[in-house]
């Protein structure tokens, strides 16, 4: 493929992940948690407690901007944060129960919305789209991923 054609896949890619992510994140939207928070939830979910700059560094954010973000998400009773036991000046911060069903909600909720707009398209447009999906997953693979 000349890099014409990539230019423009890359092009096109982008405008639609784009807007796809937007509305995905309106569907969401209703239960007062923000696209950063709701980042931080999933990253809790995925590794495990972590301290306040591990959570910057794989959200690449300025620390002070997870403290506001986590401080929010402890109120809300999403997060709980705990010293570390072998430094006690050190907090982690845990998923709750609540913050666990917060997520396991707000995928529900968009998953039935791609199944909605999945169903409105042709046979032919789901089966591409499946057949994409295992490629669009590859390119999140590797060292920019």
Do not use: C, K, N, W
């Not at 990539?6 to 982008?14: G, K, S, Y």
């Amino acid at each position: 493929m000349s890099a014409a054609p990539t230019a423009h896949l890359a092009d096109d890619l982008l405008m639609v992940v784009t807007r796809l992510a937007r509305r995905l994140r309106r569907v969401a939207a209703t239960d007062g948690v923000t696209p950063t928070q709701r980042s931080i939830l999933t990253t809790l979910e995925r590794r495990g407690p972590l301290t306040h700059g591990d959570i910057a560094a794989v959200e690449r954010v300025r620390p002070p901007t997870i403290t506001a973000a986590v401080d929010r998400l402890e109120e809300q009773g999403f997060v709980d944060r705990t010293r570390d036991e072998t430094d006690r000046r050190v907090a982690r911060v845990a998923l709750t129960e609540a913050g666990r069903r917060l997520l396991a909600d707000a995928r529900r909720e968009r998953t039935a919305y791609l199944e909605q707009r999945l169903r409105a398209l042709p046979a032919a447009d789901r089966a591409a789209i499946a057949a994409a999906a295992p490629a669009l997953a590859r390119l999140l693979e590797g060292p920019l991923g």
